[in-house]
């Protein structure tokens, strides 16, 4: 079965960077796009980019531009979020999500999720 | 962006009762929308894809339909586990993916 697991929650000062990972099993990992959303505590879902594990390739929301960084290992099936330069705003539960099929690239809705990764922004 | 009007943000209601939720994009998005659950300390779960396709495992009591730039959500006769928190999501436009803002169902 499909699953998507992240790493744990993180601590981190404000100016600092988070790395999250997301582990993909239960199907061809190179073949689906992989979102990172996030939610800040009581907020709503806030898409921050997407990558395309076959080349790595990355598009990002432009509210991250300069700040996000997207990676693969795809030896170990795992993808990495790291977001810089970080600001209490940046807390929140950081979410990886299957998208599409590559060779779909507009089915972008997510029946697949990992359990979140909670970053938290704290001096 | 495309932006994406949910309503209402708030809905109390009670077991066995018809709800609807609304979402209105900001132009078109043809039928990429996407609908959502979410419960307390859980990640999304998808309900519904290209504005009417019922995920597979989703009871038949949820239902989705557009109109336009206008989609509904529907659950026809709401069940004690249904109270959740709902956002849609349009897939028209990767600059950026957006959400509505949620619509709490709670316990009147």
């Known amino acids: 079965q499909v699953q998507l697991v992240q790493s744990g929650p993180e601590v981190k000062t404000p100016g600092a960077s988070v790395k999250i990972s997301c582990k993909a099993s239960g199907y061809t990992f190179t073949n689906y796009y992989i979102h990172w959303l996030r939610q800040a505590p009581g907020q709503g879902l806030e898409w921050v980019g997407v990558m395309k594990p076959s080349d790595g390739s990355t598009y990002y929301g432009v509210d991250f531009l300069g700040r996000v960084t997207m990676t693969k290992d795809t030896s170990t099936r795992i993808v990495y979020m790291e977001l810089s330069r970080l600001v209490s705003e940046d807390t929140a539960v950081y979410y990886c999500a299957r998208g599409g099929m590559i060779t779909e690239s507009r089915r972008n809705y997510f029946a697949y999720w990992g359990q979140g990764t909670l970053a938290t922004v704290s001096s | 962006d495309i932006q994406m009007t949910q309503s209402p943000s708030t809905l109390s209601t009670s077991v066995g009762d018809r709800v609807t939720i609304t979402c209105r994009a900001s132009q078109t998005i043809n039928t990429y929308l996407a609908w959502y659950q979410q419960k307390p300390g859980q990640a999304p779960k998808l309900l519904i894809y290209?504005?009417?396709n019922l995920e597979y495992g989703v009871p038949s009591r949820f239902s989705g339909i557009a109109s336009g730039t206008e989609f509904t959500l529907t659950i026809s006769s709401l069940q004690p586990d249904d109270f959740a928190t709902y956002y849609c999501q349009q897939y028209y436009s990767y600059s950026p993916l957006t959400f509505g803002g949620g619509t709490k169902v709670e316990i009147k």
């Open positions: 290209g504005a009417s």
